[in-house]
T-cell receptor, first 113, second 114 residues
Framework: EAQVTQNPRYLITVTGKKLTVTCSQN?????MSWYRQDPGLGLRQIYY???????DKGDVPEGYKVSRKEKRNFPLILESPSPNQTSLYFC???FGQGRYEQYFGPGTRLTVT | DQQVKQNSPSLSVQEGRISILNCDYT??????FLWYKKYPAEGPTFLIS???IKDKNEDGRFTVFLNKSAKHLSLHIVPSQPGDSAVYFC????WGAGSYQLTFGKGTKLSVIP
C-alpha cells in the first residue's frame, strides 16, 4: 500500500529535550515536506526537500532541522524544543517536477511542556 | 500577509443540497490550485485541482471553479453527503514551482446535516 508513515503519532516531552519525528514514504517520491497545523493558522510549511541531500526552508523553519540522506526518509529534528512548538505535524511527499498533488502522513501530535 | 484566504471558518449544509466553499488569493504568481479534505486524526487528502488555464474542473460530485480576474476559486459539492463533513483546505502554487511551494488557507469546516 502506497503511504506516508510518521512516528511517533503522539509525543509529550519537556522543554530542551532533543527529539526526532520520523517520516518515510514508499512511493519513490522525489519531493518531501514538513508542515505544522495550528488552530486558526492552517498548514504552514517548515522545510522541504526536492531530492536526496537537497533541502530548503519553508515559511516557519526556526527551531527545526531536517535531513534527507535517503530518498524515502525525511526526519524532522527539534534540537531544543520549546512550548511554542506544540503543534500537529504532517509529513508529505509527491513526485515533484510539475506533479502538484502531495500525499500526507497521518500526523504527529507534539506537546512540549 | 495571508496569500490564500478562506474567510468562512465553518459551513453547515443539509444533506442532498449544494455545498460551496470559497477561497481567495492575493499572489498573482499562483497558477495551480488544489483542494484538500481532512478528517479528524488523519492527514489531508488531495481532492481536486485546477490549472490557471482552465476555469472549471469536475470530478464526480466535486467541481472547482476559478475566476482569475477576481483571484477567487470555489469548490462545489453536489449533492452533499454526511461523509463530506470534514475540514477543507484550499492550496495554491506559483508558476514553475510544482509542488515545492504549496501555500494553504486556514481551512473551512464543512458539516453536512442528515
Amino acid at each position: 500500500e502506497a503511504q506516508v508513515t510518521q512516528n511517533p503519532r503522539y509525543l509529550i516531552t519537556v522543554t530542551g529535550k532533543k527529539l526526532t519525528v520520523t517520516c518515510s514514504q514508499n512511493m519513490n517520491h522525489e519531493y518531501m515536506s514538513w508542515y505544522r497545523q495550528d488552530p486558526g493558522l492552517g498548514l504552514r510549511q517548515i522545510y522541504y526537500s526536492m531530492n536526496v541531500e537537497v533541502t530548503d526552508k519553508g515559511d516557519v523553519p526556526e527551531g527545526y532541522k531536517v535531513s534527507r540522506k535517503e530518498k524515502r526518509n525525511f526526519p524532522l529534528i527539534l534540537e531544543s524544543p520549546s512550548p511554542n512548538q506544540t503543534s500537529l505535524y504532517f509529513c508529505a511527499s509527491s513526485f515533484g517536477q510539475g506533479r502538484y498533488e502531495q500525499y500526507f502522513g497521518p500526523g504527529t501530535r507534539l506537546t512540549v511542556t | 500577509d495571508q496569500q490564500v484566504k478562506q474567510n468562512s471558518p465553518s459551513l453547515s449544509v443539509q444533506e442532498g443540497r449544494i455545498s460551496i466553499l470559497n477561497c481567495d488569493y492575493t499572489n498573482s504568481m499562483f497558477d495551480y490550485f488544489l483542494w484538500y479534505k481532512k478528517y479528524p486524526a488523519e492527514g489531508p487528502t488531495f481532492l481536486i485541482s485546477i490549472s490557471s488555464i482552465k476555469d472549471k474542473n469536475e470530478d464526480g460530485r466535486f467541481t472547482v471553479f476559478l475566476n482569475k480576474s477576481a483571484k477567487h476559486l470555489s469548490l462545489h459539492i453536489v449533492p452533499s453527503q454526511p461523509g463530506d463533513s470534514a475540514v477543507y483546505f484550499c492550496a495554491a502554487s506559483p508558476w514553475g514551482a510544482g509542488s515545492y511551494q504549496l501555500t494553504f488557507g486556514k481551512g473551512t469546516k464543512l458539516s453536512v446535516i442528515p
